[in-house]
């Protein structure tokens, strides 16, 4: 099973629109962060680590998956990084893990010197964000005051 280590901050951040709304309600943010990764994960046999700066170490059992998503926030007086590199500095095997982050200059050399690999968060929110909204099942569902809908009659697709 492949494992990862997400740096949730970094890649909150690299996404325009949860950067957006960090500035309105992070909860909301990182909610939305959270719900992306459950989805992906539903059918992949990768097991991820979600770190955040704050909250004194707590981990966030609300929304844990056992066995697949974990969410931990680092404790007073320590950084998400730091967190990381602890991680992988416990493990009997760091190469068993990629690293998620936009700071390759820091945790990301830390990272790769230990071992790990390394995605940057853009790469990784490109896997997650198909997987975000989950396909209509029947296009019946429609209803006239559906963006979807009016494509579909002009014969336009969404992203044209």
């Not at 901050?9 to 949860?18: F, M, T």
């Not at 990768?46 to 700066?53: A, G, H, P, R």
């Not at 690999?117 to 909204?133: E, K, M, V, Y």
Request: hydrophobic share 40%; no cysteine.
């Amino acid at each position: 099973m492949q494992k990862m280590i997400v740096d949730g901050y970094n890649v909150l951040h690299a996404d325009p629109e949860l950067k957006r709304m960090i500035r309105q309600d992070l909860q909301k943010a990182r909610r939305i962060l959270v719900r992306r990764l459950t989805v992906y994960l539903e059918d992949r046999r990768v097991q991820v680590t979600l770190v955040f700066d704050g909250r004194g170490g707590l981990t966030d059992v609300d929304v844990e998956i056992p066995g697949k998503l974990q969410i931990l926030y680092s404790a007073a007086g320590q950084t998400a990084d730091e967190l990381i590199v602890g991680m992988l500095e416990r493990s009997d095997s760091p190469r068993r893990f990629i690293v998620v982050t936009s700071d390759m200059a820091d945790i990301g050399r830390t990272a790769r010197a230990m071992g790990a690999g390394l995605l940057s968060s853009q790469d990784f929110l490109s896997r997650i964000q198909p997987a975000a909204t989950p396909p209509q099942e029947d296009a019946g569902d429609e209803t006239p005051g559906d963006l979807d809908y009016w494509l579909k009659q002009f014969g336009q697709e969404e992203d044209t």
